[in-house]
């Protein structure tokens, strides 16, 4: 439950519009709601302005509608990360509202448009083409939490005069989320160039000694900048999340 | 050089004070200035806020010198991390003015006391006793920068009740550093409590399958939280920098 | 051969009822059966107070057939671990009287109920719903063996206010059976709640460095609480068989 | 604060022998006491049975000194782990009542002789003659929480008939420690043998593949025996705990 | 070719049955044979006593074809490791006399029975029931090399008194082949029984910290027994090819 | 743009056959071209002497005609690297002037035939039959970079005698590529015999212990051979790459 | 107890020399002999053919010269491997009459001259001048196990040549023992000259990615030759042991 | 033996001023000479166009005084790499005319100047003022192989500016060593801005995750520039010898 739809009902108890028991009805799972295979953490709104994102991969269809289903009256968006076309489609079946985005893998459930709560704009760049995905799983997941958002792909180090081409925009970033695959190095050339926070997304593009991304990650966590922390390989979301909460900060 | 050293010199030449040929000399560096064994990047300051920190580990007693020689005069403040008491002791021979804060590794050098920049309070974390000396790079980084920093330390997920004590400091925090070795788990469970960002820093404190710190590392990636972005491992340094980075957008 | 059925046959055989001839016949394999591609373990059931397991994975469906047939007339439970759908119906055509529990990939054969003949509560948390399965096959495992059995689903540490809800229940367990994917820090969070034996599982649940449930196995042998033992990845079954031997100590 | 102490001071409270104002002072640090190095977990003895253990490894002899110097008027008894001769010598020469077990690398206090509470005997067995200090370590902390315990050492299964020269001590054992290094193939030899629990313990002992331990406990968690869980290399003392919490079931 | 044909001709040459030009022709390829894809060694037959084995894994069917046309004509038998039913069957169309051992997923065509020329029994033992491809193909390839090979399967180290009935087999046993998944353990248990050789073969059978193999090979390669010497990975061709070498010694 | 094709149009500007206005339209993405999904690097040509190679994997069908047909009005030759056949399908059916070589994965389109620039011969030599797919890469990219090359396979040190057989022409060559899977020792023994560099390229064949090239690799990288380089798995292309770029010194 | 006194003990009851108390005194510890730290396998010179070998890594001097008192009243000979000047110090102030080859950290006690046992000749041979300990190590081994040993060192695949000079000496061995360390690359090219049996022992030799032999190690047991067998990294006594007994088949 | 020394050699004996026989005795030892410890490859010089080098780790002093003794009377220049001071001390005292270049650990003999047979410049760039230890290995090799030799240190990415104010000397470069820690991203951004080929050489400086070098090593092996190969961790000494072999193609 959001703090805004907690502000609605406690106004309506003390105008007397809404009967004590019936607040109490709606306000018993203000909580958690324990439908055996989740414990739904609807308190989550309150405690970090965000709901509880569902993540797609290793649920049922059953389980994801059902946890949706519950989530559903008591926000105003809520997003469900790593799902396949497969599943997005019963999804859909039941709530013909929300919206599937397959570049990013992701399904969006939107009572109304976000409006935009952060303060700077957050910049996502990728240093190649397949790496977009995951930067697009960032962009969505930052711009559906009220932010500004602009991105930019494929400026990887092999050109490097790509990258500096955009250095106004890059310059003028509050925060940056950079994600990259193979060597990993374009975190550190973009830290090295801004003052802003850079989050640096790992991914797991590349062969042999790429290793699924642990190269690219532990290039990034052995920057020899400063201004830069690492999410988990291919964890756009997770970056998207941390850019928001810093633009809030 | 600073934004404020350089002010300086530019109005001194505006005012005819400094004639070009003077100011053009003492300009000459602004960009790098090539020592043979090192590039300093004296522009760092100018670009980032903040200026070239010594990594001091590698590095000789004599380049450590040279270098800080080289900025000294540049500079508010220089740090030199990861640097042993018999180096500190060569530079403080040296440059008896320099601070050496031997529960960090760390040599701080200031013209003046550095003022707060930062918008909100950066609290740092350690979950054990022994995780301290990486806690107190990451606050005395972050202070340096112009931050005001607090720390709690030694209270690991195996007695909880000690955190939830600290609940009210904990969710004041702009940004949180959560330093863990071990299982690594605390960092998931401050994030879990609240909205700010947490920078979480693995350290190499425990033994057997604990790898140096690996297993705390990889543990804070895969954090079911999503307000977490880590450093590398023992990186109290660049945990407070990047702290300090958010502090500032 | 169980305990049981052993005694069962020298009574007739003292009685009279039975005679020593036909009595060596049945107690031939008592030791074990070699039927070329197995040596079924009969003794097992005496040694052990359980008989051995079928580990269906990476057995053809013919093979678990042949040693299920020889083990049937001797004991009152078998269990078939790891089988997937395809191998059980083939069992189920067989034997039709076996049960397949699809959710924990398991197949039961029972010739009567089995009673409780564990001391306390034998209670299994998991971290998230999709760890669910591993959790199952922890449940029945523990079931089957004769212990009364509870669990608790869903309750990870980004939402700790979760578990402390199940606090009465924790705290009453004689034995804890605590499955988590991820970072697996919830056993280390119960460990410390309770003084009770915890057994920690960990989950292949999760991306990147996940590496297929290793983080979470880390981070569990590194506990900084004491009160735990872990056993391999999704290994609900041995979590489960450890769980009863415990609650009969 | 242990269980005995606190019901002691209420009673007091109660008779009128202690004031309110007084007995308050007493319990002002029962949850925990903060120390600015250390959270000291002064509830454990209540809430687990036994006292925080000082983990000595990387704590400074000042430090373990004054964690020491504060538990020393709640408990009963006090373990430091992991600490060497010299930190040992220094707290004894503060605390010359301490007793400090070098084979096993642990630093004891008592207030007197702890009585036995467990229901059976724990049997420590090692592999190799240098796994002794790890299975004394497990020895010593199943013995100072209050279990009757044997062990026998040397029984590798390069020469079994050793092993199997023990099978009524191994047999009467209501839960087994079992400590090995190289292949670490023991614990699944003796777990087959009976239906007690078995606590694996892998040893760092060994070379070249041994991986400082990594190979015995990957063996230990791949048993083929399931009446076994493992805690991390060398932990003889976590073992010793875990053996303890199960021997009161 | 081997060294029989190679007899035969020089005998026909130094008979005159055959020309000097013809028998110049004849042994052009003694050597090598160069058809592009591939560089038979006809000339192993000679050097080692047994001709080339042809690898099947990453060749297409069509290049196993050409080179099995080409060593036909010169070789009394022929093996194919790791090859699959769909590659089998095409070698099959082509030359209708080999046979295909399903469960090893070797092809062999003998030009007649081989007869035996090591000198004592090898004895191939598996740890499980999943073991047994990888125990098979041992048992092919010593007993297609010529030797008289024994097997027992199913005797893991779980239910150890399995092994023991086959003492008096294992003792006879000039060269031992043991196989084993998991923990890896049998190969340790029967090298301290016996004073022959044992090779000790890892195979992939296992989950979680089985690592496809490793765990058991570095089990095997830290034994505590000393008669012990390990190969790669499910590589049964290759210690049924050593275990022949070692009989002929 | 090639140097040719800028030199040609500036010609046409001087002469007055072309238009400033028109010049510099065509002009107008020299540097790059930002299509969205990627940042052509038209620059590559005229920078390092051969244009962007467009690495196939992970790209749609769609992404890479969409960067092809960008390119080809600008270059003599383009690559496509780790393109599967239904990918070059489609982009056949786009270009139908492009060649697709399956046994490389490589689609070729060519404005003319490929002159011979390098000095020397390059020569690629590949351990076995299943090795040759990576050296075809090297050995076209090779070709295509305007260089004389020639290829001996199936020459691994099992048999080392066919390897001498061509000590001729591995003497002659300017640069040699070496491709090995399994333990990868043929680039060291290679690199022994002569004194010009030799890029050592690592495969993927083998299983078990070969860890996917793993073992290969690390094997060349610790080479006893001071003459020796080494790229990535399975990169055929970087190999032949680089032995142009070297043959061209 | 080795075979041989034994029957004399017998013969001397048998003639009425020695009573059976006496007698039976005597063998009281004929199967093992448990000194608390160590259960000394007396019974393994009866069942293996050799006398259980001291491992002195990781024990203390004082249990090594325990353990060797013990077992010296029954054997002929005894080895003490990877013992370091300092204890082996120890042992000879206790038994003058041992010996310490120092290039190979073994200590050797003899009661008489070894005599000759083995059928052919074991050859030892190194890559490299830095291996020499290793093979020195197996060399022992063998000649004291009853064996003719010859030696070739430095031979590394870099110069081919000085290996193809020894060729004789390497055909006419029964078994051969292969040291290297690096790339591991010699035992596949040595055992792809001969039929012999080749065990191979990787060494730690070397720096960067040969991570302290590992490469070395899995090389070798990824040979693309037959005949060889691997023991653990710098396991010259294992390989020394393992040719032993395969010289005995 | 160098060409040099063997033509004047034949010259003598062509014009009689040396005898049949005095020739063939200085010619003994012209394949190579078995010194017990060491098989010196005196035919390196003639083979490759430069003599063995000692490599010093893990030789004793005894050792490597041994084979430079022997080398001295056939070499014009003897190279002796990582070899501490103290041995480069008992070098210096047998032969004082060496010369130790301890920023190298290297060891250098020379009968005369070496004069300059490659073709163009090698360039040798470091990324961090620690790598430069490694760099002067590369630097000193390439020099004393007869190259013109410069060298750029302390350029990193995160001040990138630093590194195009030399980029005149980078392109002029026939060949360039390019040494990097941390991330390694260095050598990826300079062979992205030429033609040459690049040698890049990982270093082991840095902390946590940059594993002694590994993760330097896998990010080059990764990057997304294509004239790049790689050599072993810290192995300066083979970068300036593949870079030697390079500038003479």
Known sequence: MNIES????LHSVASGNLSVKKAAEKLKHI?????????????????KGFPEVIFGQGKTSDQIIGILGKMISQENIILITR?????ADKVISHFPEVE?????????????????????TIVVISAGTSDIPVAREAYLTAKYMGNKVESIFDVGVAGIHRLFHHKKLINKASVLVV?????????????????SP????PTSIGYGVNFGGLTALFAMLNSCSSNIAVVNIDNGFGAGYMASAINRV
């Open 6 to 9: 907690l502000n609605k009902l």
């Open 31 to 47: 909580s958690f709601e324990d439908i055996t295979y989740a414990h739904i953490d609807h308190n989550r709104s309150l405690r």
């Open 83 to 87: 799902i396949n076309r497969h599943n």
């Open 100 to 120: 599937y985005c397959e570049d990013a893998n992701m399904v969006v459930w939107r009572k109304h448009e976000i409006p935009i709560h952060g303060k700077g």
């Open 179 to 195: 994600v990259a695959g193979m060597e990993g190095a374009l975190p550190s050339v973009i830290a090295g160039m801004v003052n």
């Open 198 to 201: 850079v989050i640096a997304v």
